[in-house]
């Protein structure tokens, strides 16, 4: 690892001020410090975001939820107000790797960690994604990549918490500068890395994520996943769904896919729209997915594993 300058910042404005284009932040370090050690990113300065106070704070209303950019992914698996209102969101919490891992990574690093294909990971290799000229995957070992991509990177999104947020409606609130606040859907978050190849979301490099918003209009939400292992691994397919019922009706369901897609994967069908869901529209919903999918070499046993995941979920929220 290259030598670096070590700040704290006290506040979210310290930190602004303490941010160059070649500072990173840091917030657990399961991401930043992996690419640190392989000389993936070699930042001058890395500034501390868990000293800032307040920031690790879940604040709960009637209709919005403000969780801080700091709070552990541990607290969102275990916290029993996001259990019983926002249940997908703490089942997609607790698959997050090990308890080590949940216990030390915060929401922020977890939105804004960057890819995991194991070309990019690789200290020696400069693919499309590091700006060299080729995707190694393409051609090559594929088996953990996308079946939907719009560039030529087929690296998958692995943050279980997009996935989930995204089903939710989440909004991230995003500090840029001295004064400007951006607000992102989670689409948005990660527009950029569906089209450009060398972008894992789109924040710009002094971007802060402040809090991520969730409202609780919701009111059903779970999250799945097929992972190789049952623990200490990322999911090969994760899907969450949700939902508003109210008396019999039906409005609002999302469904979204990780680890298919750069971005969560949204999963559209106009029948999704309608109030009653049968088992018969949510099995034409799983199966509309074939005709979009890209089938590589060795990733084709996650289409199937991605249309079960749909039904399951959908079949969890509506009965
Ligand atoms: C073995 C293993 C298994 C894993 N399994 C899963 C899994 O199943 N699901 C899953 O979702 N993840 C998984 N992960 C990834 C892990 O969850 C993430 O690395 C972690 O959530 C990152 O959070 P962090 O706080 O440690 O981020 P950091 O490493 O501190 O930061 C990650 C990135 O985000 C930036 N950043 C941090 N905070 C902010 C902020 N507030 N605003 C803007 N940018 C910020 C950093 O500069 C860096 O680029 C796994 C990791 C390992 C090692
Ligand atoms: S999938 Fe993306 S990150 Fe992986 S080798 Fe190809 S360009 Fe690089």
Redesign the pocket.
Same mark, same amino acid.
């Given at each position: 690892m290259k030598n670096f300058e070590y700040a704290k910042a006290r506040s979210v404005d310290g930190a602004i001020q303490l941010s160059t284009s070649e500072s990173?932040?840091?917030? $657990? #370090?399961?991401?930043?410090?992996?690419e640190m050690k392989e000389y993936i990113v070699s930042p001058k300065r890395v500034i501390d975001?868990k000293t800032i106070p307040n920031l690790d704070r879940i604040e709960t209303s009637t209709d919005v939820w403000k969780l801080g950019?700091n709070v552990r992914?541990a607290e969102i698996a275990s916290n029993d107000q996001v259990r019983a209102t926002l249940p997908g969101l703490a089942e997609a919490a607790a698959?997050?790797?090990?308890p080590q891992?949940r216990n030390?990574?915060?929401l $922020? #690093?977890?939105l804004?960690?960057?890819s995991r294909c194991w070309y990019y990971r690789q200290r020696d290799l400069r693919c499309l994604k590091r700006g060299g000229s080729t995707c190694y995957a393409r051609e090559g070992e594929n088996k953990y990549h996308s079946l939907f991509s719009g560039n030529p990177c087929i690296s998958p999104v692995?943050?279980?918490?997009a996935v989930i947020l995204a089903a939710l409606g989440g909004r991230v609130i995003v500090r840029r500068g001295e004064q400007e606040e951006v607000t992102f859907s989670i689409p948005d978050l990660y527009s950029d890395a569906w089209n450009n190849p060398l972008a894992h979301n789109s924040?710009r490099p002094a971007?802060?994520?402040v809090r991520v918003e969730v409202p609780t209009a919701k009111n059903r939400s779970t999250y799945m996943q097929v992972s190789e292992k049952q623990d200490?691994?990322?999911?090969l397919v994760s899907c969450a769904a949700a939902g508003q019922k109210t008396g019999g009706q039906w409005t609002q369901v999302a469904v979204f896919l990780g680890a298919v897609a750069p971005i969560p994967y949204a999963v559209d069908s106009p029948l999704l729209e309608r109030s009653g869901l049968t088992s018969d529209s949510i099995a034409l919903i799983a199966e509309g997915l074939a005709s979009k999918a890209t089938l590589l070499a060795h990733n084709g046993y996650k289409l199937p594993i991605a249309q079960a995941l749909v039904r399951r979920c959908l079949d969890r929220i509506t009965t």
């Open positions: 990173r932040f840091l917030g $657990g #370090g399961i991401d930043l410090l992996g975001l950019a992914i698959e997050v790797g090990s891992i030390v990574a915060t $922020g #690093g977890n804004a960690q960057h692995v943050s279980n918490l924040l971007d802060l994520i200490f691994d990322w999911a």
